[in-house]
C-alpha cells in the first residue's frame, strides 16, 4: 500500500545551520512526491515538487530535496535555516490520490 | 492567479446544527478534496471529488457529505453536527500537486 513516513515529529536547528527533515515512502512504481509548509494557522503551501527526472529538485525559499529510489526517500534539504522557517512540514506521494505524512515540526533556535 | 477559497474561515455551531462550508477554486481543477486537521495531528482525507456529481469517500467519511454541481465549488456539510467534528477543515484541489484554501475553524458546542 502507498504510505509515507516521516520518521521525526519534531526538529530543533539553530538559525543559520543546516537542515535535513526526513521523508521516506512504499510505492511501487515511480512516484510523484512533494513537500508541503504549513505556516500558524495557514493552509498548507507547496514548497516543492519531484516529477520523474533531476532526482534534486529545488523549491522556495532555499529548499531543496532529492529523490533516492534505492532507498525509498524524499529528503528535504537547506543551507541555512532561518526564523521563519518555523512550521510544519508534510512530506507526501501522488498515486491516484495524495497520501500525506504525518509532518515534522521545524523549531529554529536563536 | 491560482487560488483555492473557503467560507467562511470561522464557525460556532451548537450541537445538532446543520453546517455547510464552502470551498471555490478558480483553476478548473477536476478533483477536489476535503480534510480535517486535528491539533497536532495530519490531514484525514473525508471526501474526494473527481468532477461534478462524482465523488468517493475518503478515510473518514462518516458523519459529512458533500456535494459539487459546478467543477469550482465543492460543500462540505455536517448534518447535526457533533463536539467531536469540532476541528479546521481544509478543501483543496489538484491536476497533480494539490492547492490548499486557508481553512475553515469550525467549533460544535
Known amino acids: 500500500a502507498q504510505s509515507v513516513t516521516q520518521p521525526d515529529a519534531r526538529v530543533t536547528v539553530s538559525e543559520g545551520a543546516s537542515l535535513q527533515l526526513r521523508c521516506k515512502y512504499s510505492y511501487f512504481g515511480t512516484p510523484y512526491l512533494f513537500w508541503y509548509v504549513q505556516y500558524p494557522r495557514q493552509g498548507l503551501q507547496l514548497l516543492l515538487k519531484y516529477y520523474p527526472g533531476d532526482p534534486v529538485v529545488q523549491g522556495v525559499n532555499g529548499f531543496e530535496a532529492e529523490f533516492s529510489k534505492s532507498n525509498s526517500s524524499f529528503h528535504l534539504r537547506k543551507a541555512s535555516v532561518h526564523w521563519s522557517d518555523w512550521a510544519v512540514y508534510f512530506c507526501?506521494?501522488?498515486?491516484?490520490?495524495?497520501?500525506f505524512g504525518d509532518g515534522t515540526q521545524l523549531v529554529v533556535k536563536p | 492567479d491560482m487560488k483555492v477559497t473557503q467560507m467562511p474561515r470561522y464557525l460556532i455551531k451548537r450541537m445538532g446544527e446543520n453546517v455547510l462550508l464552502e470551498c471555490g477554486q478558480d483553476m478548473s481543477h477536476e478533483t477536489m478534496y476535503w480534510y480535517r486537521q486535528d491539533p497536532g495531528l495530519g490531514l484525514q482525507l473525508i471526501y474526494i471529488s473527481y468532477d461534478v456529481d462524482s465523488n468517493s469517500e475518503g478515510d473518514i467519511p462518516k458523519g459529512y457529505r458533500v456535494s459539487r454541481k459546478k467543477r469550482e465549488h465543492f460543500s462540505l456539510i455536517l448534518d447535526s453536527a457533533k463536539t467531536n467534528q469540532t476541528s479546521v477543515y481544509f478543501c483543496?484541489?489538484?491536476?497533480?500537486?494539490?492547492?490548499f484554501g486557508p481553512g475553515t475553524r469550525l467549533t460544535v458546542l
Open positions: 507526501a506521494v501522488s498515486y491516484n490520490r495524495i497520501f
Open positions: 483543496a484541489s489538484s491536476r497533480v500537486e494539490q492547492y
